[in-house]
């Protein structure tokens, strides 16, 4: 799977999800491109720049936060992995090239946001204030059965500073398997008066939204099956931020969370590794 700025038709964001079969190798140029290696399943080992870096990774994004490591711009990297598994590639268009760096699980700040049905978990992965890019932001959210996430409704496509930044961003989803077969979860995304969008969509493990402006939320996981997605934004301005606006029809839930509990079954996934369900 691969999403480039060009295949989205903006500028900056991109997201590849390579699969590895055992004691495969894949070797690619990042270009003008900045990038993460991020494990989604299974483990890996990084070369780029003369350095290699082992990544322990994880059994599923359902089991365990995962270590990471960060590639610059111009730039060889092959990545290898003696069992297989998949690994995210999250990308940004940028101008200064970073050194190659290795980041532990322990590295990735976990944060628990909102409360009661709407509580989540967010993994810190690259967010501007937890770890150095140019211009890539990458978190991991985690959302319990039945919770809505992305919520309230909220919208990162003007230039307003101190109050919203431009960023283009993808979603990527994994949904827990329910004892059946595979979950489900559901994406809304709609615009405002001058630039309209209007999509509800039902996502499923390894489907793709990209949101190039407009409200977007929630992302809402069924009951029975918990949500994952990784969340991708690059933008223009010269101050890398999340800087975000609530839908002001909606805004005032977030006061109704000051006096509800967080959702007992966060966080999902820690440092140590979990069996699957």
Same mark, same amino acid.
């Given at each position: 799977?691969?999403?480039?700025p %060009?295949?989205?038709?903006?500028?900056?964001s991109?997201?590849?999800?390579?699969?590895?079969?055992?004691?495969?190798?894949?070797t690619?140029?990042?270009?003008?491109?900045e990038?993460?290696?991020?494990?989604?399943?299974g483990?890996?080992?990084?070369?780029c720049?003369g350095?290699?870096?082992?990544?322990?990774?994880?059994?599923?994004?359902?089991?365990?936060?995962?270590?990471?490591?960060?590639?610059?711009?111009?730039?060889?990297v092959?990545v290898?992995s003696?069992?297989?598994?998949?690994?995210?590639?999250?990308?940004?268009?940028?101008e200064?090239?970073?050194?190659?760096?290795? %980041?532990t699980?322990e590295?990735?700040?976990?944060?628990l946001r909102?409360?009661?049905?709407?509580?989540r978990?967010?993994?810190?992965?690259?967010?501007?204030?937890?770890f150095e890019?140019?211009?890539?932001i990458?978190v991991?959210?985690?959302?319990?059965?039945?919770?809505?996430?992305?919520?309230?409704?909220?919208?990162? @496509?003007? @230039?307003?500073?101190?109050?919203?930044?431009?960023?283009?961003?993808?979603?990527?989803?994994?949904?827990d398997?329910?004892?059946?077969?595979?979950?489900?979860?559901?994406?809304?995304v709609?615009?405002?008066? @001058?630039?309209?969008?209007?999509l509800?969509?039902?996502?499923?493990?390894?489907d793709v939204?990209?949101i190039?402006?407009?409200?977007?939320?929630?992302?809402m996981a069924?009951?029975?099956y918990?949500?994952?997605?990784?969340?991708?934004?690059?933008?223009?301005?010269?101050?890398?931020?999340?800087?975000?606006?609530?839908d002001?029809?909606?805004?005032?839930?977030r006061?109704?969370? @000051?006096?509800?509990?967080?959702?007992?079954?966060?966080?999902?996934?820690?440092?140590?590794?979990?069996?699957?369900?």
């Amino acid at each position: 799977m691969e999403v480039s700025p %060009a295949d989205a038709g903006w500028t900056y964001s991109g997201l590849r999800v390579v699969s590895l079969a055992p004691g495969e190798r894949q070797t690619l140029a990042t270009g003008e491109e900045e990038m993460l290696v991020l494990p989604l399943s299974g483990g890996c080992v990084v070369e780029c720049d003369g350095q290699v870096v082992e990544l322990e990774g994880r059994a599923t994004v359902f089991s365990r936060v995962s270590d990471f490591a960060y590639v610059p711009r111009d730039s060889e990297v092959t990545v290898s992995s003696d069992a297989g598994g998949r690994f995210a590639l999250p990308s940004a268009r940028c101008e200064r090239r970073l050194l190659f760096r290795y %980041a532990t699980a322990e590295d990735v700040s976990v944060e628990l946001r909102g409360a009661g049905s709407c509580s989540r978990q967010v993994n810190n992965v690259a967010a501007a204030h937890t770890f150095e890019c140019d211009r890539l932001i990458v978190v991991e959210v985690l959302t319990p059965a039945g919770n809505w996430s992305s919520y309230p409704p909220h919208k990162h @496509d003007e @230039d307003r500073p101190g109050a919203e930044s431009v960023l283009e961003e993808i979603y990527y989803f994994e949904v827990d398997d329910g004892p059946d077969g595979p979950g489900v979860g559901y994406q809304r995304v709609y615009g405002t008066d @001058d630039r309209p969008a209007d999509l509800l969509a039902e996502v499923r493990t390894g489907d793709v939204v990209t949101i190039p402006h407009g409200w977007h939320g929630p992302s809402m996981a069924a009951p029975g099956y918990d949500l994952y997605y990784l969340n991708v934004m690059a933008g223009p301005g010269a101050e890398r931020a999340w800087l975000i606006c609530d839908d002001p029809a909606h805004a005032w839930v977030r006061s109704t969370w @000051d006096d509800a509990a967080v959702d007992p079954r966060l966080p999902l996934t820690t440092t140590d590794e979990r069996s699957p369900r």
